[in-house]
């Protein structure tokens, strides 16, 4: 079947994250293609259509005067060949899984146009979604390099956290530079600071970032995303990571973060739990790490969220020579039952002067 949508830079790209993770090598007008055809998905839909894509729409789209390339249409025709063959790995919770991007391209010389059809292994990460994000597909038309693009769309996805924190190699892997780059010297000044630059001037994001070092090694990279607002005029394009349907809802944005929380735990805490503790750290995965390794040397803990809770709030730190040995009392604490207060913090036993817990009772996050 047909898509009759022309290309609209207003269009929306909207991908499951677990396609925004995955790993895969495309060049520049490579990704560009597949997120131009990505634009004309409605997620809405429950089977892929037939897009067709008008080389003088898509060369309108990225600013190329068809006067003075007139071999454009041949250079579409050979970059969405050569896409048949290129195949994605999607990072599943169970192990990798691998397809390839299309599975079919009609080319209609004498009308100007080429029709695609996304390979049926991918219906899941574009049709019906739940954990997602979206953006305009004019927001990355202006950038230059695959790793721009590439590394907008995991920014994006955390927009509205505010922070994304990479391991190293994680980052180089992502990037498809796995094998480049061994001095971090020369990775900071081709990718990082490339791509910053071009992301910062070009789209609706804005980016810094900082060294995580262990000893005098860089292990990781931490970013710092929040909206462009030279760019960004339009409320709607934050990053929406949901839970359930494709939704706005307040309470379902966290989604990830959340079950990245309840993966740290060897308790079995619920996702309202969670995001308590979520919330109590502002968003910082490390410091709810660091509380919980405290926890697991600390016996006599009756209610584990709440005392998560206050250890974030009262910075609790391990005291030299208890690493294996801990004493509840070792720590500062106040001297209320934690079993109680995570009542509280969860709006099960609300006070006058604790309602803590309010603004979770309309969610449905479990």
């Known amino acids: 079947m047909e898509n009759k949508l022309m290309l609209n830079k207003e269009s929306w790209i909207c991908k499951d994250n677990r396609l925004i993770n995955a790993s895969y090598k495309l060049n520049l007008g490579e990704l560009k293609l597949i997120l131009a055809i990505s634009s004309m998905v409605n997620p809405l839909d429950k089977e892929f259509k037939d897009y067709i894509i008008s080389i003088k729409d898509f060369a309108k789209l990225l600013d190329v ?40 391209i009609k080319y209609y010389d004498n009308e100007g146009k080429v029709a695609v059809s ?22 990355i038309t ?77 292990k990781a990279i931490r970013f710092y995303i929040k909206a462009n607002k030279t760019k960004n005029k339009a409320i709607e394009e934050v990053c929406v990571t949901l839970e359930g349907k494709c939704t706005n809802e307040e309470e379902k944005r966290f989604t990830e973060l959340i079950n990245g929380v309840k993966s740290i735990f060897k308790e079995n805490i619920s996702g309202l739990q969670a995001k308590s503790i979520l919330d109590t750290a502002k968003g910082n995965i490390n410091i709810i790490k660091e509380k919980y390794e405290i926890a697991k040397v600390t016996p006599g803990i009756k209610g584990i969220v709440g005392w998560m809770c206050d250890a974030i709030k009262r910075d609790y730190q391990q005291l030299k020579g208890k690493a294996q040995n801990g004493s509840f009392n070792d720590y500062e604490q106040r001297s209320y039952d934690f079993d109680k207060l995570e009542r509280r913090l969860l709006g099960w036993d609300k006070t006058k002067e604790d309602d803590v817990g309010e603004k979770y009772q309309q969610g449905t996050i479990e």
């Open 65 to 104: 005067n068809l006067s003075t390339n007139k071999n454009f249409y041949s250079r579409i025709k050979r970059a969405s060949g050569l896409l048949l063959s290129k195949r994605v790995t999607i990072h599943e919770s169970d192990g990798d899984f691998q397809t390839v991007w299309l599975s079919g």
């Open 118 to 139: 996304f390979h049926p292994r991918l219906i899941e990460y574009y049709l019906q979604l739940q954990q997602y994000t979206k953006y305009r597909l004019k927001n």
């Open 142 to 218: 202006d950038l230059n390099s695959e790793y721009s693009l590439k590394l907008y769309e995991i920014l994006k996805q955390y927009e509205k956290v505010g922070e994304r924190i990479y391991d190293l190699e994680e980052l180089k892997k992502f990037l498809g530079i796995e094998n480049q780059y061994n001095r971090y010297y020369n990775l900071k000044k081709r990718i990082l600071l490339v791509t910053q630059k071009e992301i910062n001037e070009k789209t609706d994001i804005f980016f810094e970032f900082e060294e995580i070092k262990e000893g005098r090694s860089i």
